[in-house]
């Protein structure tokens, strides 16, 4: 099933920002006249110091943060002024990992992964919790793709920070979406913890073609692991270029001061038990 070669099961959406802005309520400009475009299947790493906007670049993606002015596209989707039915098929379509990982902890993983098949799953199956056999069967197969599925029956509190992402990536993956956001999803991760998660993000971009949007904060996690890196700062892009050739120049432009030891995480290949 982890085949890397088998040819992949969902095609990823393209993303297009036109002159987006975002004012937020209190008046604070949280993105400015953002022009980006991402290619379906690809995977892209946004950087920035606190504050910059990743993530409120990442949730205009799915609507979580409206935009003031602009278009963006996510597939077939025009997003400013999306609402109702038409919004809720975008974000079936649209998978999102938190740097918390929100898992229900008093439950199962099988059952944490399954939530991500409510978007397809009509109401009085859910009330009932009379999960379909296919669903069951590729949530078991989004636990395998992120080497988890021996946890299935596991109470999510009882994994790991590691395993918990790997989880919550499972139940985005199972949601069959074409995109797939991720909130500095290794914030609360050790160094090898994180480059595991990565490099799941990475195999899953590559194995299933589903388009890849990785706020991070470490440039040299970003470097490594995003094909292409979009610098942000206050609002604007201020890069967006191929995370290689991002040097000390990039770098400054970036963050507005020269790369230190404590920005780069250190390099490990440790797995996760
Ligand atoms: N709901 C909101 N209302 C007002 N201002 C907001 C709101 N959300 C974010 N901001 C402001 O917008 C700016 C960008 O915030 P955002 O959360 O996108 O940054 P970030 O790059 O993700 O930072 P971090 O690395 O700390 O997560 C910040 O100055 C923040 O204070
Ligand atoms: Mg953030």
């Known amino acids: 099933m982890n085949d890397p070669h088998s040819t992949p099961e969902t095609s990823g959406a393209g993303i297009r920002f036109e002159h987006v802005d975002v004012t937020y309520p209190n008046g604070y400009r949280g993105l400015k006249n953002v022009n980006l475009q991402i290619a379906p299947g690809e995977m892209v790493a946004v950087v920035g110091l606190s504050g910059a906007g990743k993530s409120t670049l990442v949730r205009t ?9 602009g ?12 609402r109702g039915a038409r919004l809720r098929q975008l974000r079936s379509e649209v998978g999102m990992v938190f740097q918390s990982f929100n898992l229900a902890k008093r439950t199962t993983v099988l059952n944490n992964v399954l939530m991500g098949r409510l978007h397809h799953t009509s109401a009085w199956r859910t009330l009932l919790a009379a999960w379909k056999k296919d669903d069951v069967e590729l949530a078991m197969q989004a636990l395998e793709r992120v080497e988890i599925v021996q946890k299935a029956y596991a109470n999510a509190s009882e994994l790991s920070g590691g395993q918990q992402q790997r989880v919550a990536i499972a139940r985005a993956l199972a949601q069959k979406p074409k995109v797939i956001l991720a909130d500095e999803p290794t914030a609360s991760l050790d160094p090898p913890t994180s480059h595991v998660v990565m490099r799941d993000l990475q195999r899953i971009n590559t194995e299933l073609g589903i388009t890849v949007v990785v706020n991070l904060h470490f440039l040299d996690l970003a470097r490594r692991y995003g094909q292409r890196l979009v610098g942000l700062r206050s609002g604007e892009i201020v890069y ?17 001061r020269s790369l230190t030891a404590e920005d780069v995480l250190p390099e490990t290949t440790a797995e996760l038990s």
């Open 61 to 69: 993606i799915n609507g979580l943060v409206p935009i003031t002015s």
């Open 71 to 82: 278009q963006i596209t996510v597939g077939e989707f025009g997003l400013h002024g999306l």
């Open 240 to 256: 967006d270029g191929q995370g290689a050739d991002a040097d000390e120049s990039v770098f400054e432009s970036i963050y507005g």
